[in-house]
């Protein structure tokens, strides 16, 4: 597709519940990013794919917090047993391959977002 | 660990006014450095970005950053502000075998 599509735009979900995000990144991307934005608190790494390299999961938060990409391409977030301080806006963004001295290179394409709410 | 750092996490201006957002990261050896922005209602966007060559890169919207590899900066900055710049920025850095690592944003509110 043109640009990272995220789904869903929203979810309210009540504590204790899993919860999957999907994320559609540009074809041919082969880096996938997800992150979490809280109010004040910016853009928290969560989990780094590059292509068929183990993921980088250093930002991951808790065992309940999990993702994988499959083929290469799309990437499901899950949160298992969601707690109140889970809500956020998760948000996905692909680039080209890390390779410095191409233009494209580390320039993130980002989501809309996908806005969790946990009562 | 690598990190960056943003110190002001709310900046008000006047239009017309100058403008300077602080960026340090804490990377060592060759970085890749960014801004994003994200004005309200809208995805993150790259504002401009700094890979080699000249210190002094410009971004789009007349806004411009220099990295000096000595502070470990890479400030952004813009003479004169419009109440359009009212937006969310972000700093981020990459290192080989690293990821991209944001800072925790700075906003911005621009008095018309």
């Known amino acids: 597709g043109a640009g990272v599509s995220q789904s869903p735009s929203n979810k309210v979900t009540e504590k204790g519940k899993d919860v999957e995000l999907r994320c559609d990144p540009i074809s041919g991307h082969t880096a996938l990013y997800w992150y979490r934005q809280s109010l004040g608190q910016g853009l928290e790494f969560l989990i780094y794919?590059?292509?068929?390299?183990?993921?980088?999961k250093s930002g991951l938060p808790s065992d309940r917090f999990s993702a994988e990409r499959t083929g290469g391409s799309v990437s499901t977030l899950t949160i298992q047993r969601t707690q109140q301080e889970d809500s956020a806006v998760y948000l996905c963004?692909?680039?080209?391959?890390?390779?410095?001295?191409?233009?494209?290179?580390?320039?993130?394409?980002f989501g809309a977002g996908s806005r969790l709410t946990v009562l | 660990a690598q990190s960056v750092s943003q110190h002001n996490h709310h900046v008000i201006l006047s239009e017309a006014a100058s403008l300077e957002l602080g960026c340090n990261y804490s990377y060592g050896g060759t970085v890749n450095l960014f801004w994003y922005v994200q004005y309200p209602g809208q995805h993150l966007q790259l504002l401009l970005k700094y890979f080699s060559g000249d210190p002094l890169v410009k971004g789009i919207k007349g806004f411009e950053a220099e990295f000096i590899k000595s502070k470990f900066s890479f400030n952004l900055r813009k003479p004169s502000v419009q109440w359009s710049d009212t937006a969310e920025y972000f700093c981020?850095?990459?290192?080989?075998?690293?990821?991209?690592?944001f800072g925790s944003g700075t906003r911005l509110s621009i008095r018309p």
């Open positions: 963004a692909s680039s080209q391959p890390p390779r410095r001295e191409t233009s494209g290179a580390n320039v993130l394409t």
């Open positions: 981020a850095a990459y290192s080989s075998a690293s990821k991209i690592i």
């Open positions: 794919f590059q292509g068929n390299s183990a993921p980088d």
